[in-house]
């Protein structure tokens, strides 16, 4: 029998407490071993589904734990890359929330260190795992649309709790560091290409972070409009459209939570077909992806430099909005 990938995190937020800790446990071929957090009553929750845990008081401790073969790093934005650092440099493989950086610049010696340590590191772009992405890849590829000419993508929440951490510039807050990544991602994942120029960044703040961001793209053959914000209700949705069709992601990034994973085709022959995957738990799957990255060297779908990738393209969206 394989011995499973034995998985720590550092830090006991929310978000690893309803979805990436029990996304762990729920794995074949992973185990959730430890956690790093100096709260007993934040630990509770974990205990409670992995009854074997280990709990350190420091991160650090967490990285001198010989019994841990991964690292999920899920702490605030500005953490991200001096935790993949040093869980790399403590000999682990490392799955670091997204954003990785806050520059794409800052991503660049990450990738330097993943090769000379010879271990995995990636960022956690949990929708690459799931297979409506896969699907919409294909369609756009065989050419199920015709020719791509436009993508847009929406991706909305309204917080008004001002004390989030979303809302706190020194911690890379932002809609576009938060959601952007998925709107700008997915439609680098879906397409395989990088866009031309920013040709429109339209941004609205409050306390130094972006919480409503309208931008537009030009790629080679095709435009796209992005459109996220902190401060309208919850809505997702991306749509690419062809010379010959469309294909609309009605839950492209929350399936399960915000609605059922499904993809839309329609065609100009008036043909139309509906492809359903409601039983497919991203999380999951991508922690399964780690471990067999891991495990056995197979190719992980989203690396530090599709990361990059992406961080460059924010990155041109705020220089652009500064230069209006």
Not at 198 to 215: E, H, M, Q, S
């Amino acid at each position: 029998m394989t011995q499973s990938v034995r998985w720590a995190v550092l830090g006991a937020g929310k978000f690893a407490r309803e979805h990436m800790g029990p996304a762990i446990h729920a794995a074949h071929g992973a185990e959730l071993v430890a956690l790093g957090t100096s709260s007993l009553e934040k630990a509770a929750p974990f205990a409670a589904f992995a009854p074997n845990l280990r709990v350190h008081e420091t991160y650090d401790a967490v990285l001198s734990d010989a019994d841990v073969d991964v690292v999920y790093v899920p702490l605030p934005n500005h953490l991200h890359i001096e935790w993949a650092q040093k869980a790399l440099n403590a000999g682990k493989h490392v799955l670091v929330e997204k954003p990785v950086g806050l520059k794409a610049a800052q991503i660049e010696p990450l990738i330097a260190l993943r090769d000379e340590s010879g271990l995995q590191c990636s960022e956690a772009f949990m929708i690459a795992h799931h297979p409506q992405w896969t699907r919409v890849r294909e369609m756009i590829a065989e050419g199920a649309i015709g020719e791509l000419r436009h993508v847009d993508g929406f991706f909305t929440y309204n917080n008004p709790d001002l004390s989030n951490v979303r809302f706190d510039a020194a911690k890379g807050g932002g809609s576009l560091p938060d959601i952007g990544v998925y709107t700008i991602g997915s439609t680098r994942l879906a397409t395989g290409r990088e866009p031309l120029e920013i040709t429109f960044a339209d941004i609205d703040y409050l306390n130094g972070v972006d919480i409503c961001a309208r931008v537009s793209a030009r790629f080679e053959g095709f435009s796209a409009h992005w459109v996220t914000a902190m401060n309208v209700h919850n809505s997702q949705s991306m749509t690419f459209y062809g010379t010959l069709g469309r294909i609309h992601v009605t839950a492209p990034f929350n399936p399960g939570k915000y609605g059922e994973a499904r993809i839309e085709l329609t065609q100009s022959d008036g043909a139309a077909r509906v492809e359903r995957w409601p039983e497919v738990a991203q999380y999951k799957t991508q922690v399964e992806a780690f471990c067999a990255s891991v495990r056995g060297g197979a190719a992980f779908a989203w690396t530090l430099e599709d990361a990059r990738a992406t961080q460059a393209v924010i990155d041109a969206v705020y220089a652009a909005a500064t230069s209006r």
